[in-house]
C-alpha cells in the first residue's frame, strides 16, 4: 500500500490536537504503520497550525510536503486556501464553512479573502465544503466540530471501517463526552 497524506489545518484551539489523536488511532487500529507529527503553528495565539498524519505499510517521517496531501480537512476556509499547495492534483478537501478572521482582517488592515471554496476549486481541489460548526451543534455541542469534521472525512476512506472510528472515539474521548461525539460523527459523516 503506497502512503496516504492527511493533513489537518485549523486556528488556534480549534480541535486539532484531538482530531489527530482519533485519526492516529484509527490508523494503527488498522495495522498501518503511522506517523502523526505534534500540532506546528500558534495555537495559543489564535494562530493558524497543522497536524500531519502519514499512514501506509512503512512510514518514516510524519512530514508531507508540497503536492503530497491525499487530503487536508480544515476548520476554517481561509486556512483550506493557505495550505493548498499541499493537495496533491485530485486531492481532497473538508472544509468547515465557517470563517475566523486573521488579525489583519480584525485590525481593518485587509478584508477576509471572498468566493474561496471556488477559488480552491478552480485550482483544481475536490472540495467538501459544509457548515460544520452547524451540524456539530444540531448534535449537541459547537466544541464537537472537529469529531464532525472527522466524520465527514471518515467518508473518503472508505477501506478504513466505521467501527474503527467509533472505537476510536471510545477510547479517547471522556465518558461524559462520547454520546455527543458519536452523534457529532455520525451527523457529520452523513451530512
Avoid at 9 to 21: E, R, W, Y
Avoid at 109 to 126: D, H, I, T
Avoid at 139 to 146: H, I, W
Avoid at 147 to 155: D, V
Amino acid at each position: 500500500m503506497e502512503t496516504k497524506n492527511i493533513m489537518i489545518v485549523g486556528v488556534g484551539g480549534q480541535g486539532t490536537l484531538l482530531a489527530s489523536k482519533i485519526l492516529g488511532h484509527v490508523l494503527l487500529s488498522q495495522n498501518f504503520d503511522v506517523k502523526v507529527s505534534e500540532v506546528h503553528g500558534m495555537s495559543q495565539r489564535g494562530g493558524s497550525v497543522v497536524t500531519y498524519v502519514r499512514y501506509g505499510e512503512k512510514v518514516y517521517s510524519p512530514v508531507i510536503d508540497k503536492g503530497e496531501a491525499d487530503a487536508i480537512v480544515a476548520f476554517e476556509k481561509l486556512e483550506a486556501a493557505r495550505w493548498i499547495s499541499y493537495l496533491k492534483k485530485g486531492g481532497q478537501i473538508i472544509v468547515n464553512t465557517q470563517e475566523v478572521e486573521p488579525m489583519p482582517v480584525i485590525t481593518g488592515a485587509a478584508e477576509y479573502p471572498q468566493e474561496l471554496v471556488s477559488k480552491m476549486e478552480a485550482a483544481g481541489a475536490n472540495v467538501d465544503a459544509k457548515d460544520f460548526l452547524a451540524i456539530a451543534e444540531e448534535a449537541g455541542s459547537a466544541k464537537a466540530v472537529n469529531i464532525a469534521l472527522m466524520g465527514r472525512l471518515s467518508k473518503y476512506f472508505p477501506e478504513i471501517p466505521e467501527a474503527a472510528w467509533e472505537e476510536a472515539i471510545d477510547v479517547i474521548v471522556a465518558e461524559k463526552f462520547r454520546a455527543l461525539n458519536h452523534k457529532a460523527f455520525e451527523f457529520g459523516r452523513n451530512a
